[in-house]
């Protein structure tokens, strides 16, 4: 067994800054070390997937990045994994615990788990080795991780076993009380407006220095038509992650980050908005473009029409929440937003459909990921 300070000691020289994850009994006492401590922040996610967006957000700002979770939450992880590190080669360590391994007792629902967790890693091209036994072994065990990492910018786990990590007591400070955020209604009622048109305000409203993470299908696709900046990035897959890597990058950088999501994107990954309100990054703007279908695949219905996105943001936490329907509305919401400490939502209505001959983002998404990383990391 080994300690969950040495190990922590060992990761911060290897330059990991940024930590996420989910809670598994074998990571208990890794993660009440990480909570309590002060050098690295911990940002603990509603689900595996949310985990990996946020470290892939971090990642952009240029930190090495370490996510946690349990392999049962692999099934939760696949989609980004194999819809956003495997496309833009966005690298991030990784500990996997061993629940169900064979020959161990275990609960039922880890059974099948237990006994697949390496060969799922190998088939989603993950590296792995097993979780290091002896202190002297954690030093040797993340150059290798990292060097993988580094040759192949892709993710690599190292296995848990049970009792692998010496019992940490937790140390964790409440959190702050905040007030209550403050919920508005502007919409007028009128006719209601394309994406696009939402999207050339955004960009006619936005500093140069503001960073812009776009959902995948139709908005990113509109978002490169109008104007393909290199500060804005387009997800291309994983699905409800936009928020995520947003606040991913909120916390890592000064700068204003601005998530465009969708109304079918924002329902899949409703925890990521519990996540940002906890966390509250004053620079986060996150704008829901709701449309009510699912546009990319043929137009089915969501469920959104019955949901009321602002008043959820501000039930989790948010410090500013406006329903708009028109652009005169979004913009004076999104201009208040530019100079008022967020986190922020604006939930914006909008007509289904998009622009006729709507192409796609012609850069990859490693070169995407790339100029985006550097625009990020630069002063200005």
Not at 73 to 94: K, V
Not at 129 to 148: M, N, Q, Y
Not at 314 to 341: H, M, V, W
Request: proline residues 7%; aromatic residues 6%.
């Amino acid at each position: 067994m080994i300690s969950a300070k040495h190990f922590l000691a060992e990761s911060k020289k290897q330059g990991i800054g940024f930590i996420t994850g989910v809670p598994c009994s074998f990571l208990t006492p890794l993660i009440n070390r990480v909570i309590s401590d002060d050098d690295i922040p911990y940002v603990g996610a509603t689900s595996e997937g949310e985990a990996m967006a946020m470290a892939a957000g971090a990642w952009l700002c240029g930190s090495e990045t370490l996510v946690m979770c349990q392999n049962s939450g692999l099934g939760n992880a696949i989609n980004p994994l194999t819809s956003l590190n495997w496309p833009f080669q966005i690298p991030s360590l990784m500990i996997v615990t061993w629940r169900g391994q064979p020959g161990l007792k275990d609960e039922p629902q880890h059974e099948l788990m237990g006994q697949i967790t390496g060969k799922l890693l190998d088939n989603i091209k993950v590296g792995h080795r097993p979780f290091p036994r002896t202190e002297s072994d954690i030093g040797p065990a993340l150059d290798e991780a990292l060097g993988v990492m580094r040759e192949t910018n892709l993710p690599f786990a190292m296995i848990m076993e049970k009792d692998s990590i010496i019992d940490e007591p937790l140390s964790e400070s409440p959190r702050p009380s905040r007030a209550p955020g403050e919920y508005r209604d502007v919409r007028q009622g009128g006719q209601q407006i394309r994406r696009i048109d939402v999207l050339e305000r955004v960009l006619s409203l936005l500093p140069n220095e503001a960073a812009v993470i776009a959902t995948t299908g139709k908005c990113g696709r509109e978002l490169f038509t109008l104007a393909d900046r290199e500060q804005n990035l387009y997800q291309v897959g994983s699905m409800g992650g936009a928020s995520a890597m947003g606040l991913g990058v909120a916390l890592n950088t000064p700068r204003p980050v601005i998530v465009l999501d969708g109304d079918g994107a924002a329902l899949m990954k409703m925890g990521n908005i519990a996540t940002v309100g906890a966390h509250a990054p004053e620079n986060f703007i996150h704008i829901v473009l709701d449309n009510g279908t699912h546009d990319s695949t043929g137009g089915q219905s969501t469920v959104s029409p019955g949901v009321d996105f602002a008043m959820i943001a501000i039930a989790c936490g948010y410090a500013r929440a406006t329903q708009a329907d028109e652009i005169s509305n979004f913009a004076e919401a999104l201009k208040e937003a530019l100079t008022q400490p967020g986190p922020h939502m604006i939930h914006v209505r909008i007509m289904p459909g998009s622009i006729a001959k709507l192409g796609r983002p012609t850069v990859t998404p490693d070169a995407v990921a790339r100029r985006f990383r550097k625009f990020i990391i630069t002063p200005y």
